[in-house]
T-cell receptor, first 109, second 117 residues
Framework: GQQVMQIPQYQHVQEGEDFTTYCNSS?????IQWYKQRPGGHPVFLIQLVKSGEVKKQKRLTFQFGEAKKNSSLHITATQTTDVGTYFC?????????FGAGTQVVVTP | DTGVSQDPRHKITKRGQNVTFRCDPI?????LYWYRQTLGQGPEFLTY????????KSRLLSDRFSAERPKGSFSTLEIQRTEQGDSAMYLC???????????????FGPGTRLLVL
């Protein structure tokens, strides 16, 4: 079956810095979703990418789908303390979603 | 609050006991999902309903787990003869299905945290 790897597992960021987290698959994906889970909270949908090479922006967050549709990235600029949490990518297929293990982000003021 | 609700929020039980969790999805959402999440991991898919029909079930789900959505609204997840390895957060999510752009947005509930002693 499809496997999804997220790197890095942990990310310590100084407030104001940029960082990128990656989601890689061994197979071509039809789509990919990103979620954010705050500490003690539940996953919250951020975005879905469908097209090869697609780039979507949400304020300081930039999401990209690879040309081969096998990987995706989330780039956050000027990190703020509100960005703390775990970011998951998820592969969706016919009602069955497979989540990666997530990138846990810690922001140092 | 019109979001997804789950009950109870916490459950402590002894090994071998049965437990049942309830999920109330967002009104008119026809899709409902159950996931299990352990510390440091992403949500693990358990099962999926389209209205009252259970369309997908993870092969990781043992026979001790059963889920129902009898009227296509709320759903229950029952675990029989609980084991310590069942300790986890059980998340429910609902969605209105695929949008015109082919996107499906899942809305997660707060989860039920189960501890099996």
């Amino acid at each position: 079956g499809q496997q999804v790897m997220q790197i890095p597992q942990y990310q310590h960021v100084q407030e104001g810095e940029d960082f990128t987290t990656y989601c890689n698959s061994s197979t071509t994906l039809s789509n990919i979703q990103w979620y954010k889970q705050r500490p003690g909270g539940h996953p919250v949908f951020l975005i879905q990418l469908v097209k090869s090479g697609e780039v979507k922006k949400q304020k300081r967050l930039t999401f990209q789908f690879g040309e081969a549709k096998k990987n995706s990235s989330l780039h956050i600029t000027a990190t703020q303390t509100t960005d703390v949490g775990t970011y998951f990518c998820a592969l969706g297929s016919w009602g069955k979603f497979q989540f990666g293990a997530g990138t846990q982000v810690v922001v140092t003021p | 609050d019109t979001g997804v609700s789950q009950d109870p929020r916490h459950k402590i039980t002894k090994r071998g006991q049965n437990v049942t969790f309830r999920c109330d999805p967002i009104s008119e959402h026809n899709r409902l999902y159950w996931y299990r999440q352990t510390l440091g991991q992403g949500p693990e898919f358990l099962t999926y309903f389209q209205n009252e029909a259970q369309l997908e079930k993870s092969r990781l789900l043992s026979d001790r787990f059963s889920a129902e959505r009898p009227k296509g609204s709320f759903s229950t997840l029952e675990i029989q003869r609980t084991e310590q390895g069942d300790s986890a957060m059980y998340l429910c999510a609902s969605s209105p299905g695929l949008g015109v752009d082919g996107q499906e947005t899942q809305y997660f509930g707060p989860g039920t945290r189960l501890l099996v002693l």
